[in-house]
């Protein structure tokens, strides 16, 4: 079984940022990519941000130069530090981890930003 938790999801003023987290746990022998999407309400999931087990990076372009993601392998984390958050980036935001070509969903995290 593989648990993800996420953590850090609230309500943020537009300008400014929020830190997002999700540690991952149980039978994670072989996990690779760790990444975060976001669902608005009324719109599909989307793709936000990517990290490989070495460290590189992908985003969606709507977030690039905002949002940074970043992983700590030793604790099995990913994280996502969102800034110039915006009204638009309201939404749920869910960690998603590959374990031997496997996909796992958190359970997702709100994140609401005001105008």
């Known amino acids: 079984q593989v648990q993800l938790v996420e953590s850090g999801g609230g309500l943020a003023q537009a300008g400014g940022s929020l830190r997002l987290s999700c540690a991952a746990s149980?039978?994670?022998?072989?996990?690779?990519?760790m990444s975060w999407y976001r669902q608005a309400p009324g719109k599909q999931r989307e793709f936000v941000a990517a990290?490989?087990?070495?460290?590189?990076?992908d985003y969606a372009s709507s977030v690039k130069g905002r949002f940074t993601i970043s992983r700590d392998n030793a604790k099995n984390t990913v994280y996502l530090q969102m800034g110039s958050l915006n009204p638009e980036d309201t939404a749920v935001y869910y960690c998603?981890?590959?374990?031997?070509?496997?996909?796992?969903w958190g359970q997702g995290t709100q994140v609401t930003v005001s105008s």
């Open positions: 149980g039978t994670i022998f072989g996990m690779s990519v």
């Open positions: 990290v490989a087990t070495g460290g590189i990076t």
């Open positions: 998603r981890v590959v374990i031997r070509a496997a996909d796992h």
